[in-house]
């Protein structure tokens, strides 16, 4: 359940960008960007990090939060 609602804040965070254009940014694919937004997957630290910078949040905000 919780992926489910990580993946959400990450598709709201994302916005109209491409899923590319954050993939290319944090150095990962675009698969991977597409699990992370699904559910099915959530990211490791360092691509929790990566993510949070890239949105200008916190770790804790963005995968944490309730």
Known sequence: VR?????E?????RGSRPQREIADAI???TMAISS???GDRVPNDE?????ARYFDTS???LFFAE
């Open 36 to 38: 992370y937004e699904r």
């Open 27 to 29: 150095g990962v694919t």
């Open 9 to 13: 804040r990450l598709r709201a965070l």
């Open 3 to 7: 992926s489910k609602a990580i993946g």
């Open 47 to 51: 691509m929790k990090i990566a993510l």
């Open 59 to 61: 770790v804790e905000a």
